[in-house]
């Protein structure tokens, strides 16, 4: 089965400061990777996705992930973060062919 | 993006009331999902169906049921409530009939007390 961690429960950066967000995943072979943010009181809007190919992915308000295999790691990163980033962000795994279910890390709390 | 709903956004009962959660989605998505979250923790999957008359338990135990009657609906029912139920209740769907890849995408959520 597989897992996700979220290493840092909670990050504060200056506006305009650069960001980034760890994740790490347990799975046998190459997974779907995905990055969520929830505002206070909200549901969970997509942010970016990785399936295969290029292993930089681009989504949107400015963020980017990279998926390294060799650190088993899809880091969220932003160059110069904006107040209205401050969120809480969710990485997330899938097995390729299931949607059966995706396992969620535990969350990263970003102050701005 | 799809269009996913849920009703009522909010919603604070007393114990023993039976309640039922409202999700609907507009994009024909054949896959839809039941997630329960409480603050500030991750989300964790009690219910997801396939189709029409498909419906399966998740990974984390519910007293809840679902039913799957038509592709865009997916109730979720408390038949007695109670204030272990408090919590975020969040849908999603996943999976165009066009086959793409299976993203799944995500209503407001339900805020459920149980007093």
């Known amino acids: 089965a597989q897992s996700v961690t979220q290493p840092d429960i909670h990050i504060t950066v200056s506006e305009g400061a650069s960001l980034e967000l760890r994740c790490n995943y347990s799975y046998g072979a190459t997974p779907y990777l995905f990055w969520y943010v929830q505002s206070p009181g909200q549901g969970l809007q997509l942010l970016l996705k990785?399936?295969?190919?290029?292993?930089l992915v681009q989504g949107i308000k400015g963020f980017e992930a990279e998926f390294k295999r060799s650190q088993s790691s899809f880091n969220l990163r932003k160059p110069s973060v904006h107040w209205s980033d401050a969120a809480e962000y969710f990485c997330a795994v899938g097995a390729p062919g299931s949607a059966r279910q995706l396992t969620f890390g535990s969350g990263t709390q970003l102050t701005v | 993006e799809a269009d996913i709903y849920q009703t009522p956004r909010y919603l604070v009962i007393g114990t023993g009331k039976k309640i039922t959660l409202e999700c609907s989605q507009t994009?024909?998505?054949?896959?839809m999902y039941w997630y329960q979250q409480d603050p500030g923790m991750e989300l964790h999957l009690i219910h997801y169906?396939?189709?029409?008359?498909?419906?399966e338990k998740g990974d984390l135990s519910s007293e809840s049921t679902v039913s799957r009657i038509r592709t865009e609906h997916f109730p979720l029912t408390l038949e007695s409530a109670r204030p272990s139920h408090t919590s975020q209740y969040l849908c999603a769907s996943s999976a165009p009939r066009d086959g793409s890849t299976d993203t799944q995408y995500f209503g407001p959520g339900t805020r459920l007390t149980v007093l």
């Open positions: 169906s396939y189709g029409v008359n498909s419906t």
């Open positions: 990785y399936f295969s190919g290029d292993t």
């Open positions: 994009m024909g998505h054949d896959k």
